[in-house]
C-alpha cells in the first residue's frame, strides 16, 4: 500500500519517509521469508530493502522508479501469498 501511494511523490522531501517505511517493512518480510526457507522471496526483498534504502541511496531515474515501485508492490503481495511460516510446536 505504501508502495503505490508513494508513486504520487517521488520527487518531493517526503520521499524518504516513504523509503524509511519501505525498507522497514522489507527487512520484516525478509525475516518471515528466511524463517519460512522460502530463498527467491528472501533474495528479492533484501533487494528491495537495499534498493529503498534512505541512507545510501542509489541513483535510479524517476521513470524507472516510478516502474519498480508498482513491481516491489506486486513482489510483496506474490510473497505474501507464497510465504508460510511453519508453527513452533505447542
Same mark, same amino acid.
Given at each position: ?58 541513483? !535510479? ?15 510483496? !503481495? ?13
Amino acid at each position: 500500500m505504501v508502495l503505490l501511494a508513494c508513486v504520487a511523490f517521488l520527487d518531493s522531501s517526503a520521499f524518504v519517509f516513504a523509503r524509511w517505511g519501505v525498507t522497514v517493512l522489507a527487512l520484516i518480510v525478509l525475516v518471515f521469508a528466511i524463517r519460512g526457507r522460502v530463498w527467491w522471496a528472501a533474495v528479492l526483498t533484501a533487494a528491495v530493502a537495499v534498493c529503498w534504502n534512505p541512507v545510501v541511496v542509489l541513483p !535510479i531515474p524517476g521513470q524507472l522508479w516510478a516502474a519498480l515501485q508498482l513491481v516491489a508492490a506486486a513482489l510483496f !503481495i506474490v510473497v505474501g501469498i507464497t510465504v508460510k511460516v511453519p508453527r513452533a510446536a505447542d
